[in-house]
């Protein structure tokens, strides 16, 4: 198994340029989640899913918007980039059931100038 | 609302202990968790425990917890250059296991 992949793992945008990220896991999870992580504030998410279909806002989706058609997928857009979006993105998955850990991807570190 | 605190940096003798600690708000939080994060990578789950545990022993890491505090423990016994990280505290709050993070603890071990 793979586990959890993103592309791209670097990405340099200029201010109003718009981009997808992508989260595949193959493992089955039901639960994804999109986190941003900046300088001194851990990771806080932006939006999450609980199954194919199916998506929900977190604690920062403001400027961002997400999409799961196939459950494998977890896809993160910026329609209109801003510095402010200039972090390092992680996607997480997990299986139903409590407890249970989330399984993380190596990031994605985007820049928007 | 939920918020979890750490402090930011810790600095250790290989072979001592490291005792990193964290704060949480949440008092119905369920499970606790302790993510490490190395250089250029992903957050990989060390431990976690359950709301009704007050102890948790996993080989060299020890996870104590004060629900009356709020306050939840890390300890990694004869800490190794290989622990250097940055280490992360979790608390799971509301539905969908959504994690609500610390800033993280970075852990700098020297000889």
């Known amino acids: 198994n793979a586990g959890v992949t993103q592309t791209p793992k670097f990405r340099v945008l200029k201010t109003g340029q718009s981009m997808t990220l992508l989260c595949a896991q193959d493992m089955n999870h039901e639960y994804m989640y999109w986190y941003r992580q900046d300088p001194g504030m851990g990771l806080r998410l932006i939006h999450y899913?609980?199954?194919?279909?199916?998506?929900a806002k977190g604690e920062v989706p403001d400027g961002y918007n997400v999409s799961r058609l196939k459950k494998q997928n977890f896809l993160l857009g910026l329609e209109s980039a801003a510095p402010s979006q200039t972090s390092v993105y992680f996607c997480?998955?997990?299986?139903?059931?409590?407890?249970?850990?989330?399984?993380f991807g190596p990031g994605t570190r985007l820049t928007v100038l | 609302g939920e918020d979890v605190e750490q402090s930011l940096f810790l600095s250790v003798r290989e072979g001592d202990s490291s005792v990193i600690n964290c704060t949480y708000t949440?008092?119905?939080?369920?499970?606790l968790y302790w993510y490490k994060q190395e250089p250029g990578a992903g957050l990989q789950l060390l431990t976690y425990?359950?709301?009704?545990?007050d102890m948790k022993q996993d080989q060299r890491l020890t996870v104590l917890l004060n629900k009356k505090d709020k306050h939840l423990s890390l300890r990694i016994a004869d800490t190794q250059t290989g622990d250097s990280a940055i280490y992360f505290c979790?608390?799971?709050?509301?539905?969908?296991?959504?994690?609500?993070f610390g800033a993280g603890t970075r852990l700098a071990v020297h000889p």
């Open positions: 949440d008092s119905s939080s369920t499970y």
């Open positions: 997480a998955s997990r299986p139903t059931g409590t407890g249970n850990e989330q399984f």
């Open positions: 899913s609980v199954g194919e279909g199916t998506t």
């Open positions: 425990i359950f709301s009704n545990m």
């Open positions: 979790a608390e799971r709050s509301g539905g969908y296991n959504k994690l609500i």
